[in-house]
């Protein structure tokens, strides 16, 4: 007789961390790319999320979002971030052009309990390709970016959080009266993650 093997998408702590530390590596390569903070050849196209996605081939930067995302997902599992943020500046005077804002809300109760949730992976896959996709089309609503630029990453924690020493204490790196468009939000059922960039107001919008 026939038979077949089910199995239920079961999300643990550890795994929804790796989701979404995973996630920003992929979303910040994707920022960097589309905001042409690096040249085009720097990066190379690989398939993620149902999507050609570009990585950087740059050592330095590859490293850099690397020690990143581990770190990130370290403090998701422990449910101690709040919030990352990608910080686009320009590179002549420091001044902040676009802030993406990613928020994350954790269920206390997996971190505390150490229970799992259920949700199909292909659901979140499509959640975050949504996200990619509207990164991918910034371009025709972000304004150009006319300067050499270079970025930067803030992570809020909470405050009983010991700061490695790789990172150092920061000011929020605030945008004056800024624009903001909100995107769309990926959730794993123990993590949800909403995403926001706001940027600098041009100064023909103010006349």
């Known amino acids: 007789m026939a ?29 960097l790319y589309n905001r042409g903070i690096y040249s085009e050849e720097s990066f190379a196209k690989v398939k993620k999320y149902g ?22 997902s370290e403090w998701l599992e422990a449910g101690k971030l709040q919030r990352v943020v990608l910080v686009i500046m320009s590179k002549a005077s420091s001044e902040v052009l676009e802030r993406w804002n990613f928020n994350i809300e954790t269920d206390n109760e997996v971190v505390e309990k ?39 990453v803030l992570a809020y924690t909470d405050t009983d959080v010991a700061v490695p020493f790789t990172w150092i204490e920061s000011d929020a790196k605030l945008i004056k009266n800024p624009q903001m468009v909100k995107l769309h939000s990926f959730d794993t059922k123990i993590h949800k993650v909403d995403t926001l960039v706001s940027y600098k107001n041009d100064e023909w919008d103010e006349e």
């Open 114 to 152: 150490g229970v799992s949730r259920e949700k199909s992976d292909k659901e979140i896959m499509r959640e975050i390709q949504a996200i990619m996709r509207q990164i991918a089309s910034c371009i025709t609503y972000l304004p150009c970016l006319e300067e050499s630029c270079v970025f930067d």
């Open 3 to 31: 038979s077949r093997t089910i199995a239920k998408d079961i999300i643990t702590l550890r795994g929804s961390a790796a989701i979404v530390s995973e996630f920003f590596g992929y979303a910040a390569n994707s920022i």
């Open 51 to 72: 999507l050609s996605m570009l990585l950087t081939q740059d050592e330095g930067v590859k490293t850099f979002i690397a020690n990143i995302t581990s770190q990130l």
